[in-house]
């Protein structure tokens, strides 16, 4: 049985969140794409109930963090001819926009904007407690096995994105 939150693919979701001020956020074009709202209406509403986002719910990019976002992000390109700044929103930010909005469209987005952010954390704790085992197995053995953990390493790097192929 399908769960019913599952409306929108996680991998949507995860491509949306950013690192931004070393925080994970989401901005407010990707949210309202996932929320069925326009960016207006969503920031509309944000400036209504100001006193519900706090600096660590959401805050607004500078120019030059708009800049970076828009070279690194190919779905953000109409955001570089956008006058205003973007306001990005925290994992809890989301889901105060949900409450917000007040649509069952959002509030169900919203868990799933939960449960991608949580999934995320997994991930990253996983990855680390990998990393820590691995550094304590070399600290027990000597040089010989130097080239193995140097190998297990390079595969626990993401790979780079493949460039694509200009002309034929």
């Known amino acids: 049985m399908k769960d019913k ?8 979701i995860e ?19 996932l929320y069925g709202v326009t960016t207006k209406r969503l920031n509309e509403q944000v400036k209504r109930n100001r006193d519900r986002f706090p600096e660590d719910f959401m805050f607004q990019l500078t120019d030059e963090e708009k800049e970076k976002v828009v070279a690194n992000c190919d779905h953000l390109k109409k955001l570089k001819f956008s006058p205003s700044l973007p306001y990005a929103f925290t994992e809890h930010g989301a889901v105060m926009l949900a409450s917000i909005l007040n649509s069952a469209v959002a509030v169900d987005v919203s ?8 999934r995320l954390r997994k991930y ?20 010989q096995f130097k080239a193995v953990f140097d190998a297990i390493r390079k595969l626990m790097t993401p790979p780079d994105k493949p460039r694509r192929r200009i002309g034929y």
């Open 111 to 118: 868990i799933q904007v939960v449960r991608t952010f949580n």
């Open 124 to 143: 990253v704790a996983h990855h680390k407690a990998l990393a820590q085992k691995l550094d304590a197995l070399e600290k027990n053995y000597d040089a």
């Open 5 to 12: 939150y599952s409306i929108i693919p996680m991998e949507r």
């Open 15 to 33: 491509r949306a969140i950013l690192l931004i001020r070393g925080q994970k956020v989401m901005l407010d074009a990707d949210l309202a794409a």
